[in-house]
């Protein structure tokens, strides 16, 4: 049994706009959310009756249906999510703490897990996944916290039991494992390109494999993450690492990579064309000075997440009335 941690939080106007310059720019998509993005509607079909639903109750309902969850901490716009799912949060299979984004990090946290409080804020990722572990059983067990995104309606009970099963498989030492879901394709469902990795792990999968051996992957909406004895302060930059959009993630990267023998980071996936999945794993693990892995697993539909275009958002009720 885990406590899982939902992360919920949401983004100022400000760092909103920023966002919607990358997609336009970056992506070529129209960026069409402006309110608080967890409980954006989705308007699917149960039995010929139209149902609305808010996208961070589906991964509320999965979680609450999860034999090997014990609870719920929900980090997020506390009066927000009160005042839509109020109902349903009472209907839970499961109990349930609400932690609100802006509140600050409590002090326990920041005595047991070896935090500098001026390097983390507190309504960042980090921060937010801080307070969330610190209001779990997990904080002081010293156990690893089931981490859940709430933009992605798909995840399913299945699959959280699925990973489950194997990020425990892996030694206590490891601070985080992520699921590294492998799309079968040259690209996803929504058209999008995954990661393309040479897979050195122990779990091969059977899927598209390029000219130079690689597999395609992307990642889920869970991770596995025990806080203790890891570098918080740097988990916003390594979080950040995902696009490397931002030119001082760039920077940080190619220091990191310097230092672990990769001189080139960029030419080994753009040119070489090598890069593996344990080459990924290490320099994660250099970021948060602690175990990073990632395990190969399926479940492509665990990858669709919402991020606030209008192409996501019809692409995914039309997936919703459909499963």
């Known amino acids: ?18 966002y919607s310059k990358i997609v336009a720019e970056h992506y070529g998509e129209t960026f069409i959310e402006s309110g608080y993005k ?21 991964a509320l309902e999965a979680l609450s249906e999860s034999s090997l969850v014990e609870e719920i901490i929900i980090v997020g716009h506390q009066m927000l999510i009160e005042q839509r799912l109020g109902g349903i949060l009472n209907t839970l299979d499961k109990p349930y703490r609400m ?8 002090q326990v946290a920041i005595n047991l897990l070896n935090i500098d409080a ?11 996944m801080v307070k969330g ?14 981490f859940v995104a709430s933009d992605s309606p798909l995840t399913s009970t299945h699959f959280i039991k699925q990973f489950l099963h194997l990020a425990k498989t892996y030694p206590e030492d490891t601070r985080i494992v992520f699921p590294a879901v492998i799309i079968e394709h040259e690209e996803d469902d929504l058209g999008r390109k995954p990661l393309r990795l040479y897979n050195d792990s122990s779990y091969k999968l059977p899927g598209f494999t390029d000219n130079y051996g690689r597999q395609g992957f992307r990642l889920s909406s869970l991770a596995f993450a025990n806080l203790y004895h890891m570098n918080l302060n740097s988990i916003n930059i390594a979080y950040n690492l995902r696009k490397c959009l931002n ?12 230092d672990l023998g990769y001189s080139n ?8 064309k090598n890069l593996s999945i344990t080459e990924v794993e290490n320099i994660f693990s250099k970021f948060i000075d602690g175990r990073f892995v990632i395990t190969p697993i399926k479940g492509e539909e665990t990858t669709y997440d919402y991020d606030g275009t209008d192409k996501e958002y019809l692409k995914l009720t039309e997936m919703l009335n459909q499963v």
């Open 1 to 18: 049994m885990v406590s899982a941690i939902l992360m919920a939080g949401y983004s100022n106007k400000r760092e909103v706009k920023k």
């Open 38 to 58: 967890p409980l954006r509607e989705f308007h699917i079909l149960k039995k010929d009756q139209k149902i609305s639903k808010p996208l961070m109750q589906f």
């Open 99 to 106: 932690v609100n984004q802006n509140a600050k990090i409590p």
């Open 118 to 128: 001026k390097k983390i804020k507190p309504n960042s990722m980090a921060g937010n």
């Open 133 to 146: 572990y610190a209001a779990s059983t997990a904080l002081l067990k010293k156990e690893h916290a089931l």
């Open 247 to 258: 030119p001082k993630i760039q920077i940080k990267l190619f220091r990191v990579t310097r």
């Open 265 to 272: 980071v960029y030419s080994k996936y753009f040119i070489k």
